[in-house]
């Protein structure tokens, strides 16, 4: 298993976000966190990428118990992030944008930056050439100098996978990914997503289009309330009694978005 999280859980003062949530992610699989608004998914998220300490239990990659790391530090182990509410800088270019993300590998200091040092060169010519092979790899090189403001959701989508891609991750999480698109664009962006994988990525999504994940996944989980209600392949979740009752409103709504 790439990831393996046990008996995690999440307080804030009172309140439970994430309670006693055992699950694992294989490495090369698609893996969608599916649940109602509130359900805990997003703090599951910020659990694994280092964003929250948990309260208890722990998450293992590749072998190692990063639970208590900060994100920076799981980032360079190779988790890769994006955001529920797109995390890009509005007036710089998409370019400059995904130029943020491969800095996470270079070693160049403060120092070399003063001063132009030879390896604060060569790192910046790293960089340049990792962002303009992910802007390609997500078909955005031709917004590469476009302002993030004058771009539509769709591309803002391709550029936040970008950015998580000049990070290097072994291990993707998207968070909502297809939110705010319509359904030509949420088909592009999951024949991304099986792109990623074909190129030895792996992929955690967070998503609420159940067509989409039911046709995508591998493996779902389900949470709600913050405890996970089930645990399985598409067709096993689509028809899972504590699923249909919880999230997808019925077997009559099962697949809507």
Do not use: W
């Not at 590469?144 to 391709?158: C, D, G, L, V």
């Amino acid at each position: 298993m790439l990831l393996t999280i046990d008996q995690l859980t999440k307080s804030f003062g009172g309140l439970t976000a994430v309670q006693n949530v055992s699950a694992s992610i294989e490495r090369g699989t698609i893996t969608a966190v599916i649940g109602p608004n509130g359900a805990g998914k997003s703090t599951f998220f910020n659990l694994i990428s280092g964003f929250h300490l948990p309260s208890s239990g722990n998450v293992i990659y590749k072998g190692e118990d990063i639970s208590r790391l900060k994100a920076d530090k799981i980032a360079r182990l190779g988790v890769g992030r994006t955001f529920q509410t797109t995390h890009l800088f509005e007036q710089a270019t998409v370019l400059d944008n995904v130029l943020i993300g491969h800095r996470l590998r270079t070693k160049a200091g403060l120092f070399d930056a003063i001063f132009r040092t030879k390896r604060e060169k060569l790192e910046q010519k790293k960089c340049l050439q990792k962002a303009e092979e992910v802007l390609e790899f997500v078909g955005a090189s031709s917004i590469a100098y476009a302002p993030i403001s004058a771009i539509t959701q769709e591309q803002q989508k391709r550029v936040a996978f970008a950015l998580a891609l000049a990070t290097d991750p072994e291990l993707v999480l998207l968070d909502e990914p297809a939110a705010g698109v319509n359904p030509d664009e949420t088909e592009g962006l999951a024949e991304l997503m099986k792109k990623m994988v074909n190129h030895g990525k792996t992929v955690c999504l967070i998503e609420h289009k159940m067509p989409m994940v039911m046709s995508l996944a591998d493996h779902i989980i389900v949470l709600n309330h913050g405890q996970k209600i089930a645990e399985g392949k598409p067709n096993d979740i689509k028809n899972d009694e504590n699923v249909i009752n919880a999230y997808l409103g019925g077997t009559d709504n099962a697949s809507a978005s």
